[in-house]
């Protein structure tokens, strides 16, 4: 790492490959929050009825998830808020899903992976939950 690289450059460089994907990654995210329903990509309209054979985007059936999952959430986290956790959560096909609130006021989204604290404050709860399950 050259000395005047931030560390978002560094990070947008290792991801880079990942990144060709953001902007459609963000227009799913924007859709799904727009329309409140958990659903596949819109491609608008005639997209819609070529890839899905309907006007509207095709739905994510969630009873039809039925492992065991672990909904990591914290206050500051703008993409992963309370309220929505809940509800994906209570759409699953199983009843041995929760919610874990990370116990930080300040933790974000992009902190699971910048973090210093991630591992105590996430990680070691993760792994905690599933080598017991």
Do not use: W
């Not at 309370?82 to 933790?107: D, I």
């Amino acid at each position: 790492m050259k000395g005047e690289d931030s560390l978002l450059t560094v990070l947008l460089r290792y991801f880079e490959p990942l990144s060709r994907s953001s902007a459609r990654t963000s227009e799913q995210l924007i859709s799904i929050e727009q329309s409140g329903r958990c659903q596949m990509y819109d491609f608008g309209k005639e997209g819609n009825l070529e890839h899905y054979g309907t006007p509207q985007p095709a739905l994510y059936y969630l009873r039809n998830v039925t492992a065991q999952c672990m909904f990591v959430y914290s206050e500051s986290d703008k993409f992963a808020q309370p309220e929505n956790t809940a509800r994906t959560l209570a759409e699953l096909g199983n009843s041995k899903s929760f919610m874990y609130e990370v116990k930080s006021k300040e933790f974000a989204h992009l902190d699971y992976i910048l973090d210093d604290e991630v591992k105590p404050l996430v990680y070691d709860k993760v792994v905690e939950f599933f080598g017991q399950n």
